[in-house]
């Protein structure tokens, strides 16, 4: 340890001391930080049956500064522990942030892959995009998720292609056959986006495999990339930057989505048009992982980089952002599908269940602010929630809104306004509600919406004919 670390861990303690604990929008079942900022999912795995999830952190800053990899363990990743900070950025390789990156878990070895991120000094001439930084990658490993060994510089700039910016970043990693494969987004000098991978026999000396890109371009920079099958269904992930025009308009500033892959991704691929992991507000940098019992799990970042849009005033209380609540992503009928983990179900209790004649077609509730309620039978179409008076979801001309009455930044809002996804028919909806956050489940999971909001009563009003409600509370 340097005298740099040693500084960084005592000031990030003293922050995290001085946290308000009871700060009002304060999540019960979602991962935040215990103060200041956090941004992407990090080193997602399940190591000795213990969850891990990491998170970009930056504690002295509820508006970002340089980032670390804050660290959280679960045994059922609805509960949460926080368990101090694990990477900070005290390398040369790495000052100006531990950027994201993956764990890969081997023979009781957490191996943890990240970007060590070096923005020069501040010179007239540095566009930080093809001069002016470094994106190095990086290995750390552990045996316990929380102490790690040296850190080890892998690959540089100019171990990438020559074609690249200076934009290359986040690795995640995965073994296949004996091999191991990494994959990293990138920005090309044409700017373009991008997906690179590289392999390796040894988890250390990595050499490029091949390449991975749409015919046409699409978006700036790929960050955050990941691949996986589910259920013989192959997906490239990649959170897009600079999609513009058209429809994009109407969406978040940036977009993370999918591919479905045909041929091999390390070999021949085809890439499907792209497709939207989420059509809310606040959805960014997913990351995925396999649990022991071969679930495939995706977290996301419940927020999004550089929006003027919309804000949180939780920044007032000195921390912002969290993470999605975590998702099964499941193939059912063809269609690839998202649900909250199935661990959730354990933790709740039963309020009312309406089913049939019973239902009158309006169902209200008060003063339950982390629920699960689910209205199934949806018939002709028939949907309308009105959440805390403020955030509205409705069908409504073939799609599905989520859309707030108040645009003001000191509303529930916070300044957002409207999202939809196309729809031809609604047959059920499912929504995670926490104390400032919004999960909404269509048609089993098929398209999901999310948001923070900020509600200053807790209340739900559905109105549905025909249909069945079930209204669960998740106990603390
Ligand atoms: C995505 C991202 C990553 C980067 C990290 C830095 O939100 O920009 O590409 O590694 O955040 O915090």
Known sequence: MNALTRDLIRLTEKAEKSADADSRFRQKIHLMPPTGWLNDPNGLCQHGGVFHAYFQYSPFNAEGGVKMWGHCTSRDMVRWEYQGTALYPDQPFDCHGVYSGSAFAEDGVMYVYYTGNVKLEDREDYDYINTG????????????GQNFGPKQLLMKNTDYPPDLSLHV???KVWKDHGTYYMIQGARTKADTGQALIFRS??????????????????GYMWECPDYFEVS???????????????????????????FLVGGDILDEYRLSEYRLWDYGFDYYAPQSFETEDGRRIQIGWMGMPDCEEYTNPTIKDGWQHCFTFPREIFVEDGKVRQRP??????????IEDVQDDAFSGLFIKEGYPVYDLTVDRISENRFRAVLADELVLEYTGRRFEMRFLNRNKSSVSAGRGLRYTELERLENVRILADVSSVEVFLNNGEYVL??????????VRVEAEGAGVKFNIIEG
Do not use: M
């Not at 930057?241 to 989505?257: A, I, P």
């Not at 661990?343 to 039963?350: D, T, V």
């Open 133 to 144: 930084r470094e994106a190095n990658t990086v290995l750390v490993t552990s045996r316990d």
């Open 169 to 171: 970043r986040d690795p």
């Open 201 to 218: 026999e040894d988890r250390i000396n990595w050499t490029l495999h091949n390449r991975v890109e749409t015919e046409a371009p699409f």
């Open 232 to 258: 013989g269904v192959k997906l490239l992930l990649a959170s897009v930057q600079g999609l513009t025009g058209g429809v994009w308009d109407e969406r978040n500033v940036y977009q993370s989505g999918y």
């Open 341 to 350: 983990v199935r661990e959730l179900e354990e933790r709740e209790r039963q």
């Open 450 to 459: 999310t948001t923070r909001y900020y509600p200053d009563k807790a209340c």
